[in-house]
């Protein structure tokens, strides 16, 4: 691969041919870059700018770190202790199964010792996500989507915004896979029925409370009866001990509401108490009224005194699992941790070092709050809130993946922060943690929330008062609208009411730039236009990585969908060859990826003006970057359009190649028409 240097002198000599041969003079070709005419005389080592940060722009323009955040969707091993349950009655052909049943009852590890079993009849996967059908806010149809999708290889920047995309996606990339998949705590039929598939080969498991009756007949899961009760009570506390006293075994099995949850619970706190008899522990149930109730409170009082105080407080954590370090910001400790799970009220997830607690022992633990308590809740928020903000600044392509890993690992627990925050009034801190989430949402804009959360962040500025803030945000919603919603309607008013209140002209810069992209995708390119050279003459104000580098691409995408090739290629040409010199502003990965991006739009108008073999030979540069970077999904697409160029050029044997390549990489994951693009081009090759 050339230099830099020598990539910037390349472009540079380009950039005089095709100046003198569209005789285009410096102050017009200047106008088209986007860049003052002292500026393009001195083409060669640019001037220094002052860059602050780079703004995410459109879903085009995302960097590569989009695929590295994952969701870790795995089903968990097989419980040990699973009795009076019949396995063989769930078959791999049955493609959708539910299971129901009360609270306790043992669905989740039905199902899970289900998936297990099968396991073997499906090669290609074995996917379980939570739905949180019993929580405050059960995950949504789309999220889950997404889940499912990266658990099935899908990188990042393919998959689409709107749900019925993703689960058009999701049913295409089962077409031809034998996978399971585990969809756990349903809360109803309009969840669960965007990620049921019945396609041949595929089995999809539910648990849930109530019957699905517009899916499917439910399986109802009823308590284990007295013999199984006693064979896992023995499983759990140790055969010879129950043995030895059947009848107390008995009794205390039916003080448990013969419930799996309930037994274990009792069965942990007989392991924590060898001294204590069966008998006794009933006797103490009897005293205390039968059920999962009375197990609880019994458990609860015989724990230490900082493992009760540790499942208050843990109990009261916001999100759907927590390690170590928000149950040391809620309690201040942790050393309780294994107690509480050995006592079978926190349930141990397949990620290491990290917890869960049932809906039921939430709900118990949490009854009886004092005042202290109330204060650690207090207190978790403004750990959330803080460190979130904090991540969300420090993220940035150099800083490698922690701080995106812990927003990753922690999303479930921030985003209900965030919305707590809301709801108490906490404006600023809503405000600073919206913003602060901006270059994040450009790696993972598939995940989070994004228009609910910068929803919030726009309500929060408009009761600060805070016209600059709610500008900024309004252009991030509107951003969440047109990217991940896929909704250029709702983005068009957006970015309109941050033009409306910006007194920022970088802001109003942006604004005028996001209603440029919000427009081209809607057609409407003479308006596009008219808003894109608004945003270049505003961003000629500001540093060239915080607003030029952006602005004048779209600049340039403009001028391609007008059929303006030339007026395109100067744009984006003069841009690569700035972007190459310009260094010691941003970290090096940041200045290649820009590049990259660029040169894929120099490629596109080389292509377009019949410069065939230059622009194969821009895209190879750019599969090549790509591939180093590690950006899944990119390369093959910039392996189709080389192909094309090659093809275009009579370079058979070269297109060849590069078809075959995307092709591989897309597999059944490519974006709507790529994989048939590259059928089609493979097509118009000679046999060969």
Known sequence: MKSLENDAATFGELLLRYRSALGLPQEDLAEAAAMSVHALRRRGPAAPHSAVELVGGEREELPPAAHRATTSSRVPPAPSDLVGRDLARFRADDRLTVVAGEPGVGKTTLAVAVANRLRPE?????????????????????????????????????????EADREALYR????????????????????????????????TLVTCRRSLDGLATARRLDPLDAADAVELLARIAGPRRVRAEPAAAEELVALCGNLPLAVRIAGSWLVARPHWSVAGLAARLHHEHAGLRAVLELSCDRLSEGARLLLRRVAALPGVDFGAELAEAAAGRTDGLDELADAGLLQRTPAPGRYRCHDLVRGFATENRSD?????????????????????????????????????????????????????????EVVDLA??????????????????????????????????????????????????????????????????VADDRLEQAWAHAHLASVLRRQGRLDAALDHVRQASTLAREFG???????????????????????????????????????????????????????????????????????AAEAFRETREVLVAMGAAGQDADAALNEGEAWLAAGEHALARECVRYAL?????????GRRDQALAALDRLPPG
């Open 122 to 162: 499906f090669p290609d996967g074995c996917f379980m996500v939570d739905l949180r059908g019993t929580g405050d806010r059960p995950l949504t149809a789309r999220a889950a989507l997404e889940r499912l999708l990266r658990a099935l290889g899908v990188p990042a920047s393919w998959i689409p915004g709107p």
């Open 172 to 203: 295409t990339m089962l077409t031809r896979r034998k996978v399971l998949v585990l969809l756990d705590d349903a809360a109803g039929e309009a969840q669960v029925r965007p990620l049921v598939t019945a396609t041949p080969g595929c089995l």
């Open 372 to 428: 202290e308590d109330e204060k650690a809740a207090h207190a978790v928020l403004d750990h959330l809130l803080a460190t979130a903000t904090a991540a969300g600044r420090a993220v940035a392509p150099e800083s490698g993946d922690d701080t995106a890993d812990w927003l990753v690992r922690e999303e479930s627990s921030w985003v209900a922060a965030l919305r707590h925050a809301a709801v108490l009034g906490r404006h600023r």
């Open 435 to 500: 913003k602060a989430l901006h270059r994040y949402a450009d790696t993972r804009w598939t995940g989070p929330p994004w228009t609910e959360i910068f929803g919030l962040g726009v309500s929060a500025a408009r009761a600060l008062g805070d016209r600059g803030d709610e500008a900024r945000l309004l252009n991030l919603l509107g951003w969440s609208q047109l990217v991940c919603d896929a909704d250029p309607d709702a983005a068009l008013g957006t970015h309109r009411q941050a033009l409306a």
């Open 544 to 614: 060239f990585w915080v607003a030029q580098v952006p602005v004048r691409n779209r600049l340039g995408r403009i001028f391609q969908a007008l059929g303006r090739w030339d007026e395109a290629f100067v744009v984006h040409s003069v841009l690569l060859a700035d972007t190459l010199t310009r260094g010691g502003e941003v970290s090096a990965e940041q200045r290649r990826w820009q590049a990259t991006l660029t040169r894929v739009e120099v490629g596109r108008c080389l292509f377009a003006k019949g410069e065939w073999r230059r």
């Open 664 to 672: 591989d990489a897309y597999g059944d994951a490519a974006p709507a």
